[in-house]
């Protein structure tokens, strides 16, 4: 990102706010990011700075009580997003789905522009991908200081805003959309946003009609944070044959434009490489139900998010919202009063309203780790540092993980519910392995944590690491056949308990035994049998958040 980027990319959505979109800010708070808000210049447009947690119906309005009790008949008041804005939204990579639709929808009307400040520090967050769609320009202002970012010139873009409707725009529409397709761009809205750029840049100049570095600036600030990251050069189809040198050269009253592959790779090298692949990781992260790391969400009325109220009898358990219960009364005042002939302010039971929150639980990963001697040499290190990986996003995700290492004739509890890195690496270093393979002790001792952290109000999922290879029954005796029947009834009772659970089949072959198991404990199988540490947290990772 220079600074002459970041004055350009402001002074076309000064021009264009509406054609554009808006602008979606990847930067820490501090000084630069103030200063450029500052010199955010919407013509015409209130701002409005809105707040991930803001309701449904601060933004879209709803019944005015105290106009509606006075008047004795329904009276809306306005919402926030009633009418064009240049809307502020802060904490951009917080936003909830529910309100990026939202947003996504007033934007859709075209009703005025959104700055989307987006503070998130791991690849996986980001502003909603629905949402950045629908903002055409993207900065990243890692680097720049507070002075780079002044704001444009009043006059200039007033003349500008004027000359907009004249700019013509000859071969651009085609060029953009070839060039996003290029670049791996799936969304039609790119180019036209490009388009837009293109325009209010040659409007800035003065220009009748977009030229070629109207074109390369639009694609750098629309485009470039869209791209997938470029392929790896070993794998590339080679290049096409060298034009004949007898090629007509380009005659003096002709016009020059660069070649579409100069400019392909001029957009490829307006972010950093590794900008791009965090965005990308970002793209794919984020839809997957389960990206946030949380567990099971619950509703209740006495704490949590607020929802909207629902109708409902207040007692003991359910609490009345009394501002929503008199906002369901108010348009039937008139109707009762008369019915009635006296002038009070009549509330019957079919208008009460109970309060509702959403409250998301922890999550536990329990870790049940086959220590036996079939497999300890073998699969304990890369438990080991599976369970390390996971730990070390714990915080992030706000997951718990605990371990249980099953091996001898019993299992033992390695490693209670824990976020700590340091102590988990203490315990893990301190497992032992061989002897034989209790795996139904293994299943019971999960289950059993499982159990207690669902008593705590967290969301257990059980993880089975192991070969199949059962040869310990529940009470200590090495008994093959037994000790397979055990496991099978411990794997109904996980299934009976509907312990989210996944197998991870560690053996050199894939076992139709281990198969058959994760099938009665309805779990997902995984079978990975030359898996790392990084494999293994990889698919706990993908299977939990699928």
Known sequence: MTAARLRAALAVLAVDPAGLGGLWLRARAGGARDAVTRALVTPGLRVLRLHPGVTEAALSGGIDLAASLAAGAAVRGAGLLDGPAAVVLAMAERCPPALGARLGQWLDRNAGCLIALDEGAEATEGCPPALADRLGLFLDLDGLREADGPAPDPARVAAARGRLAVV????????????????????????????????????????????EEDLALA?????????????????????PADAPDDAPAAGPGERTTLPDEILLEAVRAALPA?????LAAGRAARPASGASGTGAARRGNRRGRPLASTPGRPDGAARLDPVATLRAAAPWQSLRRAATGRGTLEIRPRDFRVRRFRETSDRVLIFAVDASGSAALARLAEAKGAVELLLAQAYARRD??????????????????????????????????????????????????????????????LALLTDGRANVALDGAADRPRALADAERLARLVAAARTPAVVLDTATRPQPGLRALAGLMGAAYLPLPRADAHRLSQALAGTLNA
């Open 168 to 211: 013509g725009s000859g071969d651009a529409p085609a060029r953009l959309a070839t060039l996003a397709a290029a670049l791996g761009i799936g969304s039609l809205r790119a180019p036209l946003f490009a388009l837009a750029a293109a325009r209010a840049h040659a409007a800035l100049r003065g220009a009748a009609s977009v030229a």
């Open 219 to 239: 694609a750098e600030l629309t485009l470039a944070h869209r791209a997938l990251p470029a392929p790896d050069p070993d794998e590339a189809p080679p290049p």
């Open 274 to 278: 590794d900008l791009l692949a965090r």
């Open 400 to 461: 718990h993980v605990a371990l249980v290492a099953f091996r001898g004739a019993d299992a033992e509890v390695l490693l209670p519910p824990t976020r700590s890195l340091v102590q988990a690496k203490r315990r893990l270093a301190a497992l032992p392995g061989g002897g034989g393979t209790p795996l139904a002790a293994g299943l019971r001792a999960g289950m059993e944590l499982a159990r207690a952290a669902r008593a705590r109000g967290m969301t257990p999922t």
